[in-house]
């Protein structure tokens, strides 16, 4: 019994050896999760204030200069330096949306440091982006439809250095005469070309054969609709950068170690987003009425992120970027302002300017490919800007 009880014994030693060896890989896969509060505020004051005054600077060139240069009447502005800015501030609106809003979306509504509940359960930054998407466009459906914003449209006149060099790259004529296709039915009372099904004729590319954010309308009654998804589309982004400008600043203020890398990325961020923003409300139809509305809206973007700082100093001891609650904040903001760009980015700005504006579509190919590439240099430079801001 001896020899069997050791034998038994020797057995058990084993196999209590080769599962304590098979459990020692689960235990090296164990990861900690540290969730502090996010506020790695370690002074400097001096040099943040200052953060608030540069950045300042930096968001009042990108965003005013643009349209004091292209409507200023005592200004004068070349042609191609504005070509440039306007398709490369469209590419820093796009590469905005992916790299500094949904990625980060992803990340706070994603966190391990957040309960479990109906927050992580789903992904609700692609599901947030996407409703606010079909929300972008249900909107400006809408505004499209009813006038929203009065009747002193008739004097709003495009201001626009940068079709200067798409008119001297043009193949044809500036202004195309609308691509109908003849000699299928007759036009009616209305001007549209009538097969005797009630269906149109037209055939052009885009239908209509004209820019829906009303560059140069042919007809009166679009010029409604036109003024309308414009005015639209420049207050929705003004939201969605002056919200994500907001966030950032409070970042910034209670920042740690990396505060001097964030400070000097962020001047260089908000100075091309103001860019962006810029261009666009300096080449927008402003009625007459109205023509002080782009001046207010490029300063109010430059102010954000000042007046964001100058806030999350103020309550430094208190606030908690890191926290459950300031994550799903971010999140869901985050989320929304993504939407927001994407949706501008890619319909209102890329969709119009490239082949819905008729300018464009007619230009050479080399300068629609210039374009491209100031369009492309801005994503890259805002994406290449992702790694630390």
């Given at each position: 019994m001896s020899l069997l009880s050791a034998t038994v014994g020797a057995i058990l030693r084993i196999r209590q050896e080769d599962d304590s060896a098979g459990a020692e890989p689960e235990s090296g896969l164990s990861v900690s999760v540290d969730c502090d509060t996010g506020n790695e505020y370690d002074g400097r004051m001096g040099l943040r204030i200052s953060s608030i005054f540069v950045i300042l600077v930096g968001s009042?060139?990108?965003?005013?200069?643009?349209?004091?240069?292209?409507?200023?009447?005592?200004?004068?502005?070349?042609?191609?330096?504005?070509?440039?800015?306007?398709?490369?501030?469209?590419?820093?609106?796009?590469?905005?949306?992916?790299?500094?809003?949904?990625?980060?979306?992803?990340?706070?509504?994603?966190?391990?440091?957040?309960?479990?509940?109906?927050?992580?359960?789903?992904?609700?930054?692609?599901?947030?982006?996407?409703?606010?998407?079909?929300?972008?466009?249900?909107?400006?459906?809408?505004?499209?439809?009813?006038?929203?914003?009065?009747?002193?449209h008739e004097d709003a006149k495009p201001v626009d250095p940068s079709l200067d060099v798409l008119k001297g790259g043009s193949n044809t004529s500036a202004s195309p005469a609308r691509d109908i296709e003849a000699g299928r039915g007759k036009e009616n009372g209305s001007g549209s070309v009538d097969n005797g099904l009630g269906l149109p004729n037209d055939v052009s590319y885009?239908?209509?054969?004209?820019?829906?954010?009303?560059?140069?309308?042919?007809?009166?009654?679009?010029?409604?609709?036109?003024?309308?998804?414009?005015?639209?589309?420049?207050?929705?982004?003004?939201?969605?950068?002056?919200?994500?400008?907001?966030?950032?600043?409070?970042?910034?203020?209670?920042?740690?170690?990396?505060?001097?890398?964030?400070?000097?990325?962020?001047?260089?961020?908000?100075t091309f987003e103001g860019l962006g923003l810029g261009s666009r409300l300096a080449t927008a139809r402003?009625?007459?009425?109205?023509?002080?509305?782009?001046?207010?809206?490029?300063?109010?973007?430059?102010?954000?992120?000042?007046?964001?700082?100058?806030?999350?100093?103020?309550?430094?001891?208190?606030?908690?970027?890191?926290?459950?609650?300031s994550l799903i904040i971010n999140g869901v903001f985050d989320?929304?302002?993504?939407?927001?760009?994407?949706?501008?980015?890619?319909?209102?700005l890329l969709a119009h300017e490239f082949m819905f504006n008729s300018y464009m579509r007619n230009a050479g190919l080399k300068v629609q490919l210039f374009a491209l590439g100031c369009v492309a240099l801005g994503c890259g430079l805002m994406a290449v800007l992702a790694e630390w801001a």
């Open positions: 009042l060139f990108g965003a005013v200069l643009p349209i004091v240069l292209a409507r200023g009447s005592k200004m004068s502005v070349n042609g191609t330096a504005f070509f440039v800015a306007k398709y490369f501030g469209s590419g820093v609106i796009i590469g905005t949306a992916f790299m500094h809003l949904l990625s980060p979306a992803f990340a706070a509504l994603g966190s391990p440091c957040l309960p479990e509940g109906a927050i992580t359960q789903y992904d609700w930054a692609a599901g947030i982006c996407l409703m606010t998407v079909f929300s972008m466009f249900t909107i400006e459906l809408l505004a499209s439809r009813f006038d929203l914003f009065g009747h002193d885009p239908p209509g054969g004209e820019d829906h954010l009303g560059h140069q309308r042919e007809h009166h009654d679009d010029s409604h609709a036109a003024l309308a998804a414009q005015m639209t589309a420049i207050f929705i982004l003004e939201f969605g950068v002056i919200f994500h400008s907001i966030f950032i600043g409070l970042t910034l203020a209670v920042a740690g170690e990396e505060f001097t890398v964030l400070y000097i990325v962020l001047v260089f961020h908000q402003w009625p007459r009425s109205k023509q002080w509305m782009p001046y207010l809206l490029g300063f109010g973007y430059a102010i954000s992120t000042p007046i964001s700082i100058a806030i999350g100093l103020g309550v430094r001891s208190t606030l908690q970027p890191g926290s459950p609650k989320s929304i302002s993504a939407g927001i760009l994407i949706y501008t980015g890619l319909v209102e």
